[in-house]
């Protein structure tokens, strides 16, 4: 049985990680800083991800870890969140890099969640690892530091894999096509903004797939775009989005509109506004499937199945994993 750590594994992504190499028999561990966490997928094993401590022996002999850790970014960038949101992404990542050199069996690979916002504001041109231009401003110099630290040390027995991901489309804690979905059944799911920025997404099985194809190739390390193929245009996607739902219309959300919806929200217009036109290069250099290449696929999929968060996988699934 193959071993997975998950830093920060109790979130949206870490568990759509988690059922699915379940699913596939490995032995899951979760890093996680609650003490008394929530029932989720996957063996909860205590850090503070900052420090060295008992949880390092969990690394031993692992084939994999995933470092998922990161405060959200759906906040309003005032200098103490700004700090929070630079320290959660730093320190773990730092800590799990001292760990791994101090094992005798390192893992195989590590990957570490990094982000497609690291690329420039464009409307016409993709970016892919190896030609994209990186952007500026402050969510820019998150991502420069999250994979500086992540490439820092030498660790010759690890691959390393920054996973620039783009927005997952799936359901459960802190995704967003719920949200979306409520948006559009409300009739307020028109274009936002100008419409012209455009939207990198992946559905959240391939996202999970993409990261087992990393896990499993070898050829594979540095930078990584985990996006779907086909980035569309705000207007398309928001559009796509009624589809899913069956709602014919949508009223826009025009800039000014954004700017006093993020404030109430206490949030970044940022999020819904800059232009992400990343594409996954070395994925499909790779000859990775993806299962939904589209968004229409994507959508619809999510429109018609119960929620994966919604459906535990039990726990004697879940829970009976020793490290």
Not at 34 to 61: I, K, M
Not at 254 to 269: D, G, K, S
């Amino acid at each position: 049985m193959k071993k997975l750590v998950i830093a920060g594994g109790t979130g949206f992504l870490g568990q759509v990680l988690a059922r699915h190499f379940t699913r596939k028999n490995w032995q899951v561990i979760i890093l996680t800083r609650d003490p008394h966490p929530p029932t989720f997928v996957g063996q909860p094993l205590n850090w503070n991800g900052e420090t060295l401590g008992s949880w390092t022996a969990a690394l031993e002999g692992a084939h994999a870890i995933v470092n998922l850790c990161g405060k959200s970014v759906d906040c309003r960038y005032h200098p103490s969140n700004r700090k929070q949101i630079l320290d959660s992404r730093i320190a773990p990542t730092r800590v799990l890099a001292q760990a791994i050199q101090k094992l005798e069996r390192p893992p195989a690979v590590w990957l570490n969640a990094a982000s497609a916002t690291i690329y420039r504001h464009s409307l016409e041109t993709p970016m892919d690892e190896n030609h994209g231009e990186l952007g500026d401003g402050f969510s820019v110099d998150i991502c420069r530091a999250w994979e500086a630290a992540f490439f820092e040390d030498n660790l010759t027995q690890t691959r390393r894999v920054a996973l620039r991901t783009s927005m997952v489309l799936g359901h459960g804690k802190n995704s967003v096509y719920p949200i979306l979905a409520r948006i559009a059944r409300c009739g307020m799911g028109g274009k936002l903004g100008s419409g012209e920025q455009m939207v990198s997404w992946i559905h959240e099985a391939d996202f999970a797939r993409a990261v087992e194809f990393a896990i499993d190739d070898e050829e594979i390390s540095g930078t990584l775009n985990v996006t779907a193929p086909a980035p569309l245009r705000n207007s398309v996607f928001m559009r796509a989005i009624r589809g899913a739902v069956r709602i014919p219309f949508g009223l826009p959300h025009y800039r000014p509109m954004l700017e006093v919806a993020a404030w109430l929200l206490r949030t970044e217009t940022e999020l819904t506004l800059k232009s992400r036109f990343a594409v996954p290069a070395k994925l499909l250099k790779r000859r990775f499937v993806f299962y939904y290449p589209f968004v229409d696929e994507a959508l619809g999929d999510l429109a018609r199945n119960r929620p994966l968060g919604l459906a535990p996988l039990g726990p004697q699934i879940a829970h009976n994993f020793k490290p």
